[in-house]
């Protein structure tokens, strides 16, 4: 998806639409959509900033892109990150043509007002540590002084949004697709808002009670041995890339004590072992740099300069920076999951994994020390609601995982499923984060439980997927 630009600035106007009821309500407000959308409607909703002074109000800037086709209930897309811009998945609506797809962009994010945006946020990943936590510092204090209370950038009062933009269309019954951090988003709103639910699909899902702070490093590591292991497992992988595992040991331990100087787009820089870390962990976020990780490893262990250009990386690199607002990130990731975790909990992990400990220490993100204190600087210690327990629901639920997802991984599904008393989970072989998306199987899958949730999908081709290493 690229970037959704900015606003395309008109007089705005109150349109009068049903709510559930049947009555008339003026609560959406709409607006041009901008060109890089194609949806039916663009508008506003306002909503309390804070439910416990809900005098206040915020907007969110919602796309509706109405059914072309025999009506079913409407689609609400959530989307993940946190903090990854939402409108610009208005472009899934040629899938579900027979019902209205809404999407939009949540809280302190995108187009919505305010929007947590940080000075030369994009450029931050060019940032070191420091410089990064002085950055989101300097411009937390910013985002007080301007009257925005960072506690109630949250799931809890997302979920609430959720509901809000429902009663604002008009619409009584919806059903909910989430992936990643849309995921926990959408079991918020089944934690509350249930009975307006027909049906749930949640891709690479985040149980709320697992401690991500603490875990994330285990599910990369496990994800990276399922690439060796997979590799090695295939004739032609392990011929062409023989003792991989072996190589990138010996890559990781040799580049710590020589850098070598690495071409990535238009920028050089010197690449050591624990930064190389980083650029694994990223390939494993898709099958498709999943298929290029034995090549990479193998170019920079022979001292191949431009390993990484045109590589998935490099993409991934680009959408991240250009797709999320990490003013938000910050803000749902403190009170949602750090709050409730601790340094203490996070350093075991760093003792058990020390490979990956040096980079994700330095990071500003969810498996880092830094974050800590960051939450601490801008006063976001408190964990919000009960975003940290587990969701119970009786909603007709589809649970998807990846094979190699990284950070969601497969055995989330059962920790999520054990409340979601009427839901079925389903293994993508082959596949990693957003599975549901990444291939025609996966559509399929998605695409036939909306359709009939009260039946099992036929899940066959999950059992089929494959990697094909370069």
Known sequence: MKKVIG??????????????????????EKVACPAEIVATMCGFVSVPENRAKPEKKIKLF??????????????????????????????????????DLVAFDQRGIGQSLPALNCVDET???????????KLYTACGERWKSQGIDLTAYNATESAADVNDIRLALGYEKISLYGISYGTRLAQEVMRT??????????DSVIPPQIDRSADTMYSIDESLKKVFATCKAQTNCNTKYPNLEVTYQDLYNSLNIKPLEVVLGKQKFQLNGDAMQGFIFTSLYSADGIAEL???????????STALQGSFIEQFVDSVNSSISFGAFITHECRGEIAFSSIEKLRITYAALPQWANFFRNA???????????????????????????VTSNVRTLLIAG???????????????????????????????????????????????FTNPDATPDSTC?????????
């Open 193 to 202: 808002f249930s009975p307006v639910l027909k049906s749930v699909v949640i």
């Open 7 to 28: 606003l395309v600035i008109g007089a705005a106007l109150i349109i009068c639409m049903p709510n559930a009821a049947g009555q008339m309500n003026s609560a959406f």
């Open 403 to 449: 094979e190699f997802d990284p950070v969601t991984p497969v055995r989330y599904l059962s920790v999520a499923q054990a409340g979601l008393k009427n839901s079925v989970s389903i293994e993508m072989k082959g596949s990693a984060h957003a599975a549901s998306l990444a291939n025609l199987c996966g559509v399929q899958i998605m695409l036939a439980f």
């Open 294 to 304: 034995p090549q990479i490893i193998s170019n920079l262990k022979a001292g191949k």
């Open 364 to 390: 500003v993100g969810m498996a880092s020390e830094n974050i800590f204190g960051l939450c601490q600087n801008l006063g976001l210690t408190v964990p919000s609601g009960l975003e940290n327990t587990a």
């Open 62 to 99: 919602v796309t509706v892109s109405k059914a072309k086709s025999e009506k079913q209930e409407p689609l609400f897309f959530l989307s993940g990150g946190p903090g990854e811009f939402g409108a610009q998945y208005a472009a899934l609506a040629p899938i579900f043509p027979s019902r």
């Open 123 to 133: 450029n931050s990943s060019d940032l070191d540590t420091s410089d990064a936590l």
């Open 462 to 470: 999950a059992s089929q997927g494959r990697i094909a290493f370069k």
